[in-house]
């Protein structure tokens, strides 16, 4: 008997809020879970604006969770290399965890090597934010605010940020982030969602075609540092302009796919000028789900999960192995403090800063 498509049957949209699981101090922490009105959802909690859940139809009307991530907070509690969290203040690396604005050298902590990655040693993926439901009529939406004062993991100013989940009609899920500060600073905000669209935990994503909307990228030296150069993707296994067989090339003895022990590198974003552009295409050939990634931001970091070695334990008691999902984290060039040549990532009192991904599905 033929089953009706998921995705034509309606489903009635709103949000739910549920326990989640309690903080080492006792605090609840909660899932908030948004559906549209075909049944997409997407499942977030206050703990470091993670994305714990994403359910989204294949082609036959399947659906399946398409992100990896844990069942509960304890989960997140442990080491893990940020699954689905918002990152912040800044996402990716600040090279030799310093940085100079206003003639003042910052310290941050060395997390990465001789380097800070997302944000330190408790960046925004380990805070507890605090949630509003703002659904509009037909659109679930989430608010998460967070207030990181002024020296919090050594960044300068009070700064207040604002970040938006709405799950659309048109299966997208849009993040809208804001912030301001009461003292000059630096940011880089941008989401870690690890997705795998065969399902998490089913294998690797080495089979998927990527398109990559970039001319160029930022090489990176052992450290994943950018060198400060744009190079051309041409003739190179960067070069996703036409889709492409993300494992076609991996292995290739190419410079910096050996320093990146595969894809983990910032793309630069081909745009006329500001607004939404698409940033990337990822197609799985046996689910026939299609995920585009838009963006106001400039870069946007490929990540092909070189770093997952097995050891974690997600969903379901899926394991999570190399390549067994991928990042398409949309932001400002890693190490933009200490490279003018880079779009700014400065933000003044009286400015606000502002910007949106939207990730959406179709099959
Ligand atoms: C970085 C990787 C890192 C991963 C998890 C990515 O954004 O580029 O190098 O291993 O995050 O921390």
């Known amino acids: 008997m033929m089953m009706g498509s998921m995705s034509s049957a309606e489903t009635s949209a709103g949000m739910k809020k549920t326990a989640f699981g309690n903080m080492p101090d006792g605090q609840a922490i909660d899932l908030y879970t948004l ?31 398409v992100v990896l991530g844990f069942e509960n907070l304890a989960g997140y509690l442990q080491t893990e290399p940020y699954l689905g969290a918002l990152i912040g203040r800044y996402g990716n690396r600040v090279g030799h965890a310093q940085f100079k604005l206003d003639g003042v050298t910052y310290h941050l902590a060395k997390n990465d090597g001789d380097n800070t990655l997302h944000g330190g040693l408790k960046g925004f993926d380990k805070r507890v934010w605090t949630a509003r439901d703002v659904s509009s009529k037909g659109a679930p939406a989430l608010e998460l605010k967070y207030l990181s004062k002024d020296g919090e993991e050594s960044f300068p100013g009070n700064l207040s940020v604002t970040v938006v989940y709405t799950l659309t009609d048109d299966n997208e899920l849009k993040i809208d982030y804001s912030a301001t500060t009461d003292k000059d600073t630096v940011l880089n905000l941008t989401n870690h969602s690890y997705f795998n669209l065969a399902g998490q935990g089913n294998g690797d994503i080495l089979k998927d075609q990527i398109m990559i909307n970039a001319d160029r990228f930022t090489p ?144």
Do not use: W
Not at 36 to 51: E, F, K, L, P, S
Not at 303 to 323: A, E, M, P
């Open 35 to 65: 559906t549209n009105r075909h049944g997409m959802q997407a499942a977030i909690t206050n703990y470091g604006g993670t994305v714990v859940r994403l359910i989204t139809p294949d082609r036959n009307g399947h659906m399946d969770d």
């Open 220 to 363: 990176v030296d052992a450290g994943l540092i950018p060198t400060g150069e744009l190079k051309s993707v041409a003739g190179t296994p960067f070069d996703f302009r036409k889709s492409g067989v993300i494992g076609a090339h991996i292995n290739d003895a190419d410079e910096q796919l050996k320093l990146g022990k595969g894809y983990d590198h910032n793309f630069v974003i081909n745009r006329n000028g500001p607004g939404l552009v698409l940033a990337a295409r990822v197609t799985e050939p046996t689910s026939g789900r299609v995920m585009e990634v838009s963006t106001t931001q400039p870069g946007v970091q490929f990540y092909t999960g070189n770093f997952l070695d097995g050891t974690l334990h997600g969903k379901g008691g899926k394991v999570y192995k190399q390549s067994y999902a991928l990042c398409l984290e949309t932001q400002h060039f890693p190490d933009s403090p200490n490279k003018p040549s880079f779009p700014t990532t400065e933000l003044k009192p009286g400015e606000t800063y502002k910007e949106t991904t939207v990730y959406r599905f179709m099959h």
